[in-house]
Nanobody
Framework: EVQLVESGGGLVQPGGSLRLSCAAS????????MNWVRQAPGKGLEWVST????????RYADSVKGRFTISRDNAKNTLYLQMNSLKPDDTAVYYC????????????????WGQGTQVTVSS
């Protein structure tokens, strides 16, 4: 059974940093691309970042480019998202998702997703 468990969320002031983790089990983690997707209060799902298996190439939404860094540790079956220079607009529940997702309209009913971790950016 695929399991994805996010952690590391919390309350942080604007300009601060957080590192999210996603512990994966039940599948060959190194063989799959992995993603971070977020959902702000009252809004739809927004793709944030993807890391490809193999060469670990990365992709980012324009809204987080230059501030967030996605990475993976295949030995630990763990996905990370380092978030710096956080803004109030980054407030959201952050999900990790396995494999291919629709970057334009992510859908939690398709594929494997974690339960999410809340990130709140506020002074």
């Amino acid at each position: 059974e695929v399991q994805l468990v996010e952690s590391g969320g919390g309350l942080v002031q604007p300009g601060g940093s957080l590192r999210l983790s996603c512990a994966a089990s039940g599948f060959t983690f190194s063989a799959y691309r992995m993603n971070w997707v977020r959902q702000a209060p009252g809004k739809g799902l927004e793709w944030v970042s993807t890391i490809i298996s193999g060469d670990s190439a990365t992709r980012y939404a324009d809204s987080v480019k230059g501030r967030f860094t996605i990475s993976r540790d295949n030995a630990k079956n763990t996905l990370y998202l380092q978030m710096n220079s956080l803004k109030p607009d980054d407030t959201a529940v952050y999900y990790c998702a396995k494999g291919y997702i629709d970057y334009i309209a992510p859908n939690r009913a398709i594929g494997s997703w974690g339960q999410g971790t809340q990130v709140t950016v506020s002074s």
